[in-house]
């Protein structure tokens, strides 16, 4: 088992920035990759950046592309989330999630392929 911990959220104005953790642990050393999702009320959960857990390579949404960046401590068994000129419309729970599945490439990474999820940690963007 997995067991991830998301902390970092907040209260923030448009513009500004904040950087999300994601603590893993258990059987970290069956991670094949991590990503973070978030869910907005009302709406469905959805992608918003992956990272292979060995190598390093990212995915990103189109709508946080050039303002977050997904990165990994993996001595810490920790991953990132920095985001970058927030938006009102970034204000959702955010969700880190570990993938027991090997794919050959990060953006392969569907949903239904993250196997443990976090509690989430809420993020407010005010205008």
């Known amino acids: 088992q997995v067991h991830l911990v998301e902390s970092g959220g907040g209260l923030v104005q448009a513009g500004g920035s904040l950087r999300l953790s994601c603590a893993a642990s258990?059987?970290?050393?069956?991670?094949?990759?991590m990503a973070w999702f978030r869910q907005a009320p009302g709406k469905e959960r959805e992608f918003v950046a992956a990272?292979?857990?060995?190598?390093?390579?990212?995915n990103y949404a189109d709508s946080v592309k050039g303002r977050f960046t997904i990165s990994r401590d993996n001595a810490k068994n920790t991953v990132y989330l920095q985001m970058n000129s927030l938006k009102p419309e970034d204000t959702a729970i955010y969700y880190c999630?570990?993938?027991?599945?090997?794919?050959?490439?990060?953006?392969?990474?569907?949903?239904?392929?993250?196997?443990?999820w976090g509690q989430g940690t809420q993020v407010t963007v005010s205008s």
């Open positions: 999630a570990a993938s027991l599945t090997a794919r050959p490439y990060i953006w392969g990474y569907k949903r239904g392929d993250f196997d443990f």
């Open positions: 258990g059987r970290t050393f069956i991670i094949h990759a």
């Open positions: 990272i292979n857990w060995s190598g390093g390579s990212t």
